[in-house]
């Protein structure tokens, strides 16, 4: 899968309160973002960790050994990614700070003598205690992986929230002619789990018929998030995207 790529910055778990604006926001709150961007555009993953609580709870089950784990494994593979934090509100509670981020995750990497490009983007709620960062949501996720001299542009339609059970749809359309081109492609649905960070999925391409992908799914019968994603190749490129979708009991 590819949504992981701001897993060192994915901060934050609290229920939603009176939220404040971001240019009144405690100082030290924006120098711990900046922070930890800087140590993640050096791929310094003490760097990174050292502002996440030993006791570090996640939303996917990540601990604090595992998400360090993770960004290890991902910088291997992406090493010239960019990190880019944007506060959007906070609000005092309690003993803590909750905060909701916009991260984007930018970059590129070789890949059989064609450059694959990274576009990221996470929208989490954090909070902080004593400068560290305690617990973590995602609200949001979406990534796009895209190769080749023109590869498919895509409208992408998915609800962020469906309820247990609800059935949705998933279409993943090319938006220009395809002309004489085949278009192969596939969707893939799978639960978002710890075990599934930095494991990318196995799959096979079928031949479309038509200019792109048109799925109807259904959420599971428990509050588990799935990552969904489609992925289309023609002669001239290929776009991987992948969108997270919360599953909800209510």
């Known amino acids: 899968m590819i949504l992981f790529f701001a897993v060192g910055l994915t901060v934050g778990w609290a229920t939603a309160t009176k939220a404040e604006d971001p240019a009144t926001a ?4 924006k120098e711990l973002l900046a922070q930890i961007d800087a140590a993640a555009n050096r791929r310094d993953v003490e760097g990174v960790m050292q502002f996440y609580s030993q006791n570090f ?3 996917d089950g990540l601990t604090h050994a595992q998400m360090e784990e993770a960004l290890k494994q991902l910088w ?4 010239q990614l960019t990190y880019r934090t944007e506060l959007q509100s906070w609000d005092n509670q309690g003993d803590g700070i909750v905060a909701e981020t916009v991260t984007t995750v930018t970059g590129t990497q070789p890949n059989n003598g064609t450059m694959v490009k990274l576009e990221s983007m996470l929208r ?11 617990s973590s949501e995602i609200l949001a996720e979406r990534s796009q992986l895209t190769s080749g001299v023109n590869p498919p542009n895509l409208q992408v339609i998915l609800p962020e929230q469906v309820r247990i059970g609800q059935s949705f749809n998933f279409d993943a359309i090319v938006q220009e002619p395809l002309g004489d081109n085949l278009l192969l492609g596939t969707a893939l649905e799978e639960p978002i789990s710890r075990d599934r960070y930095n494991q990318p999925s196995d799959f096979e391409l079928d031949l479309l018929s038509a200019g792109g992908i048109f799925k109807v799914g259904r959420a599971p019968l428990t509050p588990q998030d799935r990552w969904i994603s489609a ?5 001239d490129g290929m776009t991987m ?7 909800v009991d209510r």
């Open 124 to 134: 989490s709620r954090q909070r902080y205690e004593n400068q560290k960062i305690v």
């Open 76 to 79: 291997e593979r992406y090493p």
């Open 231 to 235: 992925v289309l190749i023609r002669g």
């Open 26 to 29: 405690p100082p030290q709150i």
């Open 57 to 59: 709870k996640h939303s």
């Open 241 to 247: 995207i992948t969108r997270r979708l919360n599953v």
